[in-house]
């Protein structure tokens, strides 16, 4: 049995998702929290094998709340608003979330990835950092995780030649010439890695401008390692611009 607390400051969510984790057969609610102050007593008392929290609470936020925490719990699935930066912060940190209003069938997902996961992470506090300093810059942030099948890796988005995708998957070009391949589409990164520093010169790939050494009869990008990187037709007239615009 699973049992699982709800961090969350809004009684309607936390109703609804109260009734959602009813639905599941190996669940149990052990109890919920509106605030920073009631939740750490609810989790050093509870111990929930997962805790379904919101970023934003009643009396702080809950990067607050796991200050107070020692250890900080590795079983957290965030709860978020449809709120552009808190979920592109989220993404950067590679955390599990859920979108409000959630939805069954994605709190089942969520679980089942709980139940597969390795019981450690050791990068696990690296990306909650992560998704805290990127919730507050506007620009790139320095860093991305990214979640392989075997392990979390935390690259330096400048370490990041180009990606390639190919169907559901992407790979991770990296400057020292290794690759990581990853389970979530190009076009998840896209958002992530956004024109200036990155292009999409082709519905395949994704490349660091500042790898980029020149052109090849406006039909390949150039890279400073002398690969050529496909240029789409349709794609053309704004890669150059972007790039004559340098």
Same mark, same amino acid.
């Given at each position: 049995?699973?049992?699982? @607390?709800?961090?969350?400051? $809004?009684?309607?969510?936390?109703k609804e998702i109260s009734y959602l984790i009813k639905q599941?057969?190996?669940?149990?609610?052990?109890?919920?929290?509106?605030?920073?102050?009631?939740?750490?007593?609810?989790?050093?008392?509870?111990?929930?094998?997962?805790?379904?929290?919101?970023?934003?609470?009643? *009396?702080?936020?809950?990067? *607050?709340? #796991?200050? =107070?925490?020692?250890?900080?719990?590795?079983? !957290?699935?965030?709860?978020?608003?449809?709120?552009?930066?808190?979920?592109?912060? !989220?993404?950067?940190? @590679?955390?599990?979330?859920? #979108?409000?209003?959630? *939805?069954?069938? $994605?709190?089942?997902?969520?679980?089942?990835?709980?139940?597969?996961?390795?019981?450690?992470?050791?990068?696990?506090?690296?990306?909650?950092?992560?998704?805290?300093? &990127?919730?507050?810059?506007?620009? %790139?942030? =320095?860093?991305?995780?990214?979640?392989?099948?075997?392990?979390?890796? !935390?690259?330096?988005?400048?370490?990041?030649?180009?990606?390639?995708? *190919?169907?559901?998957?992407?790979?991770?070009?990296? &400057?020292?010439?290794?690759k990581e391949l990853i389970s979530k589409p190009l076009k998840?990164? =896209?958002?992530?890695?956004?024109?200036?520093?990155? #292009?999409?010169?082709?519905?395949?790939?994704?490349?660091?401008?500042?790898?980029?050494?020149?052109?090849?009869?406006?039909?390949?990008?150039?890279?400073?390692?002398? $690969?050529?990187?496909? !240029?789409?037709?349709?794609?053309?007239?704004?890669?150059?611009?972007? #790039? %004559?615009?340098?």
């Amino acid at each position: 049995m699973i049992s699982i @607390a709800i961090i969350e400051d $809004e009684p309607a969510v936390r109703k609804e998702i109260s009734y959602l984790i009813k639905q599941e057969p190996d669940t149990e609610l052990i109890g919920w929290s509106d605030s920073v102050q009631t939740a750490v007593k609810l989790i050093q008392e509870k111990q929930p094998d997962v805790i379904l929290m919101d970023i934003q609470l009643r *009396d702080g936020t809950a990067f *607050d709340l #796991l200050k =107070e925490l020692n250890p900080i719990p590795q079983n !957290i699935i965030f709860i978020t608003a449809y709120n552009h930066f808190a979920i592109k912060a !989220i993404k950067y940190g @590679a955390l599990d979330y859920l #979108l409000k209003p959630v *939805d069954q069938t $994605e709190l089942r997902e969520s679980l089942e990835r709980y139940r597969r996961k390795s019981e450690n992470n050791p990068q696990w506090m690296q990306q909650l950092m992560l998704t805290q300093q &990127s919730m507050a810059v506007s620009d %790139l942030p =320095e860093s991305i995780a990214l979640n392989t099948v075997h392990s979390t890796h !935390i690259i330096k988005v400048q370490d990041i030649v180009y990606c390639k995708g *190919d169907g559901p998957y992407t790979f991770f070009f990296l &400057s020292n010439g290794t690759k990581e391949l990853i389970s979530k589409p190009l076009k998840y990164y =896209e958002e992530l890695l956004p024109a200036p520093h990155f #292009l999409r010169t082709h519905q395949s790939y994704l490349v660091n401008r500042q790898y980029i050494s020149g052109l090849n009869k406006s039909e390949y990008i150039v890279l400073k390692n002398k $690969e050529e990187i496909p !240029i789409s037709l349709r794609r053309k007239n704004a890669i150059l611009t972007h #790039l %004559l615009n340098r």
